[in-house]
């Protein structure tokens, strides 16, 4: 498919369609950079920039159904990079004001620690589910959430392309997204919105 040009791209789309991975490289080595720029333009931060254009590309490859032209694909992936760059922006105000009111208001310290008590034994209940994914699946979703290893690292330290760390990704998160209960999911989201990564496709 790296052959592809813009005859091709009817074949393209319907490859993609179908689930070919190898169309969904081709889309996404035609638009990735071009997408970190837009995005890095908006926040000002290019590893904040990337991860929002990963996570975009993980949502264009779970509705690859829902597209039948390449010009709609790209209205979705500049659509959702730059609806996501504006939710980050205003998480980031949302933060920084409860940032001021944290430090104006300390909790106690038996707080502090019943409240990382919470989130510990809420983090080990996802990943006990983790470790129930396929192999490589496990260690991407591993690697990017519990290391906080970056794609191309990923694909580096386990001698594969980039690619297959995205394809492996997005397997595991819809897996785990079906193997969680319905009591883990609320628990995620209650007591440990860092984990709504996971979850939120």
Not at 107 to 128: C, G, W, Y
Request: some cysteine; aromatic content about 8%.
């Amino acid at each position: 498919m790296r052959g592809t040009n813009t005859a091709d791209m009817p074949n393209l789309v319907s490859e993609f369609q179908s689930g070919n991975i190898n169309a969904f490289d081709f889309i996404f080595n035609r638009f990735y950079n071009a997408l970190c720029f837009f995005s890095s333009r908006i926040l000002q931060d290019k590893v904040a920039a990337e991860d929002v254009v990963q996570d975009v590309f993980v949502k264009l490859w779970q509705k690859n159904t829902d597209f039948d032209s390449v010009e709609s694909i790209k209205s979705f992936l500049y659509t959702s990079v730059r609806n996501a760059c504006l939710n980050s922006l205003e998480k980031a105000r949302v933060k920084l004001k409860h940032d001021n009111y944290v430090a104006a208001h300390p909790q106690k310290p038996n707080d502090t620690i019943l409240e990382h008590m919470i989130q510990a034994e809420v983090l080990r209940q996802v990943f006990s589910v983790v470790d129930t994914l396929p192999e490589q699946c496990r260690k991407v979703i591993r690697m990017t959430y519990e290391e906080g290893k970056r794609p191309k690292e990923i694909a580096d330290e386990l001698g594969v392309t980039v690619s297959t760390v995205n394809n492996q990704k997005m397997r595991g998160l819809s897996l785990l997204r079906n193997r969680l209960s319905d009591e883990g999911l609320a628990l995620c989201i209650v007591l440990f919105p860092e984990v709504l990564h996971l979850l939120k496709y």
